[in-house]
């Protein structure tokens, strides 16, 4: 079956000749008997049918094909089939866009193109692949050209299309600019060289050439009052205004001018400004302006004041990039002013001639606009200042430092400035704190809390007047460095620092025992107050004590005297020098007596030793005075001596604690021997009368014990019966509940066993119907397969077979795949071989 070609009408076999290497054409309708040298490589294959309109591209053609005979196929080339009659592809032949169609695939639609159609004002694009004349014109391989539409265009081997080319259209209003990529020709016939731009102003669908780069369509620009065009110059050109304009020229082209703006060769639009305009109350200072030929004055400026509107030409911009309000100055305001160049100033009643440099003030209530001469330096307002307010002011010229304090309004003048004064990083720390700074345990510092000023707590203008609040019955000493003086303010009073003073800043000793500089303060405490200090003094038998003491101090000062104001700053640590003092007395006085004798006349001896003979101990050089002192606390500072100070107090403690117990012991043994008395009288009468109810609670007894004994015995019986009839109650119903489970156990399992019997006989039935029917099923096949054999066989293979030897027979029976194939009736197997002796009508086989 392998060597027959049956080929239908319009299909087609390429057939290779194996003895001569030769591949040849065979078309249908026909059926083709291969020969042993032959064999078939392509096919059956559909013939090639092309519509109309339509084409397709068979690349290595045949160059004439002769049947059977050796045939010239131009490789690398193409051949263009048109609508027509149906055609094969000869051997070696393929289609483009479809190369499997030649290994047997049937399918060749993807070869099948439409003719390329050319609407009307578009073209088609070419290149030529070969060397050819078209039409009467030569063309190189690589040439490109353009064929106008409308056309259906047939394509060629030698010509390559590139594409469709759209046109560009060109509205009214419109302009085309075009580039010319290589030399060319252009639509009107002129010559164009390469890189050259040109312009198509007539509306309509221009198609540029195969030459002509589109580089903008753009509209014509109308221009208004309030627009206008920054137009550039790329070359060497003339302006739509006649104005020759050289490359990198720029300038500004307005509806004055020209009232629209059309693309121009050789100019370059850089953007579209919209006119500036300078409303009332406004101005505008234009930078680097340009003069009547267009060109920029570097470094010049020119005012512009509203109401006026003007476009920003070319190398002009606005100072500060912006129009500026002109400076509203209330009757509170004032500008302080500098004149930049020489110029006479006309505002005022006056006029007033400027140099460079000069600084002057103006005040409203004014509308100020600032001339190109003057420069504002700043803005200012008066400063308001209430009672206890005040600003610090330097004099640029002088340099003088001086205090305004209110209440006022100050203005400051053309030379003057606010000036900040400078504090160390102490005193700032201590005003934010109320004066006094130091560990959260010292006493003195809640004197400092009423001072606090939250406005110093959130950061001290500097300009500001420095003050602080001096407490009630204190004093604080500033100090002038510039007169070099001191001076005194006794609170409560407010302390306002001048530009060139300072506080004096004290630095105390605090703490138990005291610590040198442990508080900072602002303030002296004129007193009355008390100062605790913890001191160590030794006995003449060498015992140390630590004695805690707490005496009252004040300052005896005379307010109106100078002199005593400042005897009591003398000594900047006064705490630390009345401490030490009265501590050196002390030890002194203490160093001559016993530890016993102290021990018992301490506070006498203190006193003597601080105060002496008189009530008061002073203090010459800052006028302090002690007028009392209390001793808190005496304690050894040695440990062995602390303890047996301890144990004998404790003694002590011990033995008046004794006699106490040995009395309270006496008193309570008295009051309990007479409360035994009054007890043991209680318990006799007690007795008596229990006895008498123990009486009547016997005769109660006996009557409850009879009463009991008999209602007892009564309930036993009763009991005992009820239980025994329940007990046999309960055995009747187990046997009968078991009874009736013993029967639904049995009912139960004879159910089970007659469905697991059914079920057995009805699954051995299906069993034996199945295998009866398998049987039968078999048997029929047997039969139908013998007596198709014997019909395929014939009675002439039979009689062959009868004829023939036992092994002849065994042989044939073998070819026919028959070797083992029995006969049977069910009871006995009969031999195919003697039964196809018999089959031929008892033939002998020797014969």
Known sequence: MSNLARMSPLQFVHVLDLNKNLMRLEVGPQTLLLKTNEKLITGPMPMIVIPPGSYCEISDPVKAY?????????????????????????????????????????????????????????????????????????????????????????????????????????????????????????????????????????????LPGVFEEPVILDKVVTLTHDTALHLKATQNIVDLLGKPRKTGDEWLLTSASSPEYSTQIGVEVVATLKITVVKKGQYAVVLNPVDKDGKPQLGKRVLKVGLCRFFLHPGEKLEFGKIQDARVLSEDDSVVLQALDKFIDTVGEAKVKREPGDKWLIKGPMIYIPPIHVKIVKQRKKI???????????????????????????????????????????????????????????????????????????????TKVVTYRCPSNTAVQVYDYLQKTARVIFGPDLVVLGPHENFNVLSLSAGKPKLPNALKSLCLMLGPDFITDVIEVETSDHARLRIRLAFNNYFDVDKTDLESTRKIFSVPDFIGFACRQIASRIRASVALITFDEFHRHSAQLIQAAVFGKQQSLRFDVNNLVISGIDVQSIEPSDAKMRDS????????????????????????????????????????????????????????????????????????AQAKAERFLIECQSQIDAARLKAEASQIEHDAKLQFENKLRRQTLDYQKKMNSI??????????????????????????????????????QVNLLKGLGLESVLLTDGNSPINLLNTASGLVGGQNPQE
Request: with cysteine; charged share 25%.
């Open 384 to 462: 308001p200042l209430s009672k206890n307010e005040g600003v610090y002011i330097q004099d640029a010229h002088s340099g003088r430092v001086r205090l305004v304090m209110g209440p006022c309004a100050y203005m400051l003048t053309a030379t003057e400035d606010l000036w900040q004064k400078e504090l160390s990083n102490e005193t700032e720390n201590l005003l934010r704190h109320g004066g006094g700074s130091g560990e959260g345990d010292i006493r003195k510092l809640a004197y400092y809390e009423q001072s606090i000023d939250p406005m110093n707590a959130e950061g001290r203008d500097k």
């Open 645 to 716: 100070l301890s144990k004998s107090v404790q003694l002590a403690i011990e033995i008046a604690t004794n006699s106490i117990e040995a009395a309270a012991s006496h008193e309570a043994q008295r009051e309990e021997q007479i409360a035994k008395g009054h007890l043991e009288r209680q318990i006799l009468v007690t007795e008596k009368e229990s006895e008498r109810e123990r009486a009547k609670l016997y005769e109660l007894r006996a009557l409850a014990s009879a009463v009991e004994s008999t209602g007892q015995a009564k309930a036993e």
């Open 771 to 808: 295998t009866i029917g398998k049987e039968n099923a078999f048997a029929q096949l047997e039969t139908n397969k013998f007596r198709q054999m014997v019909q395929t066989l014939g009675t002439d293979t039979l009689v062959a077979i009868a004829n023939a030897g036992p092994e002849s």
């Open 66 to 206: 002769v049947h059977g005979e050796k045939c010239e196929l131009l490789l690398g080339q193409t051949k263009i089939k048109f609508h027509g009659k149906p055609f094969p592809l000869y051997p070696g032949e393929w289609l483009k866009a479809a190369p499997d169609f030649a290994r047997g695939l049937t399918n060749y639609s993807a070869a099948v193109k439409s003719l390329p159609v050319v609407p009307e004002n578009h073209g088609i694009r070419l290149r030529a692949i070969l060397d050819h004349d078209d039409s009467g014109t030569f063309r190189n391989a690589g040439d490109i050209w353009q064929l106008k539409g409308p056309m259906t265009y047939k394509p060629r081997p030698e010509v390559a299309i590139e594409g469709i080319d759209a046109p560009k259209i060109i509205k009214k209003g419109q302009v085309l600019k075009l580039k010319a990529t290589q030399g060319t020709i252009d639509a009107s016939g002129k010559q164009r060289v390469t890189g050259e731009e040109w312009l198509v102003k007539e509306p309509g669908a221009y």
